[in-house]
């Protein structure tokens, strides 16, 4: 609701300043509005920009979804041809002045009586000369409508093509926006069966043993798999929900390497009610455990999470080592797709930065929530 309210407050400060543009570059500035009340040619421009207005929006909200999107380009072309008569129209009907003549100037004395008014001298009295009366001032003419025509349709013709730029735009993110959510809902729906397989193993192997860890690793599945097909489908989760995802994430990477890696694990901070787009956090682990992880080599995991009030970082570093099952642990859901969700759910709101170096490979990751 926020959200509308302010969409609506933007337009309507867009829609004044745009009727207030014709007076910025004016001498008069402002104090030519006053003029409106009984000046004609300033009511046919405040009209013209109005309909401009109108033009924008229909166009906007109408026309080119119904009619351009639907590439019935000639129906468009006809109803935007349509929308400038029917402005032209009411132009000429509020301003019936289009109808009548120009007014000029009352007419003067005949030549040859100016003539002879000219050629008499001038009379005397006590006080001097008497000199003619001045001819009368031309009285202000109103443009002439060509003018106002051509006004109209540069105003018309902008509408046009602004909405036009603008529908075409938020199309073109529209249409990004749904490919990569599409994309993630593919990837979301699933959970890899490398790692799937391997923690069933792992369960399984502990079963046997009748360890009293297998209660547990089978919940912290149960609720991994719940969170990837069900509560991550939504745009945005709390985040202490994301926390537990990847707590339970690496809880069952602990369980399934045992002793063989050293993984160094923390969260500190607790979140306030936060939300954070779902799944934004786990590429840069799996990625740690994917590329950091063989036991037949001194592997080290380090993984921070911490959250000060809006502020989440996440860190994660591992060394680098030879990994002979490529998609172990990943889900797919790499890092390119995290960089591009990250571009679109928090602009201008993240800091990203990976050292890639031939030892090790480290993430720092700041998100403002």
């Known amino acids: 609701m926020n959200r509308t309210y302010w969409t609506i407050a933007i337009h309507l400060l867009c829609g004044v300043s745009f009727l207030a543009l014709p007076y910025i570059f004016v001498p008069k500035g402002f104090s030519q509005i006053a003029e409106i ?6 009511q046919t421009n405040l009209l013209a920009y109005l309909f401009m207005l109108g033009v924008f929006y229909l166009n906007y909200y109408v026309l080119i979804p119904k009619l351009y999107f639907a590439k019935k380009y000639v129906f468009y072309a006809g109803s935007t041809l349509f929308c400038f008569g029917v402005v032209v129209l009411m132009l000429v009907s509020v301003d019936r002045q289009y109808l009548i003549p120009q007014h000029t100037a009352p007419a003067g004395p005949p030549p ?21 009366p001045p001819p009368p001032r031309a009285t202000q ?7 106002e025509l051509s006004h109209a349709l540069f105003l018309f013709l902008v509408g046009v093509f602004v909405s036009l730029s603008l529908r075409i735009n938020d199309r073109l993110r529209e249409t990004e926006r749904q490919k990569l959510n599409t994309e993630l809902s593919f ?11 391997n923690t069933l193993n792992t369960i399984y192997s502990l079963a046997i043993e009748q360890s009293s860890k297998t209660a547990d690793a089978v919940v912290k599945l149960s609720s991994l798999m719940r969170y990837v097909m069900r509560e991550a489908d ?5 985040l202490v929900k994301e926390f537990s995802y990847v707590e339970n994430y690496v809880a069952l990477q602990q369980l399934r390497l045992d002793d063989t890696v050293t993984v160094d694990f923390s969260i500190t901070g607790k979140p306030n009610g936060q939300q954070i787009a779902p799944l934004i956090l786990i590429s840069f682990i799996e990625n740690a455990f994917k ?4 036991p037949q080599e001194k592997s080290l995991v380090h993984i921070q999470l911490s959250i000060a009030e809006n502020r989440l970082h996440l860190r994660t570093f591992n060394k680098k080592v030879r990994v002979f099952y490529d998609e172990e642990t990943s ?3 790499g890092i390119e797709n995290t960089q591009t969700r990250l571009q679109l759910m928090y602009p ?7 050292t890639d170096v031939p030892e090790s490979f480290t993430v720092d990751l700041t998100i403002e929530l």
């Open 37 to 42: 009340a009984h000046n004609p040619h300033e």
């Open 112 to 132: 040859s009586e100016l003539k002879t008014a000219h050629q008499l001298p001038p009379k005397f009295d006590a006080q001097g000369p008497q000199m003619p």
């Open 141 to 147: 003419e109103k443009p002439p409508f060509g003018f």
């Open 187 to 197: 990837l979301k729906a699933q959970i890899n069966p490398h790692f799937l397989f």
């Open 234 to 238: 939504a745009d945005w989760v709390p």
């Open 291 to 294: 590329y950091g992880v063989n």
């Open 331 to 333: 889900s797919g859901i």
């Open 348 to 354: 201008a709101k993240h800091l990203l930065t990976i």
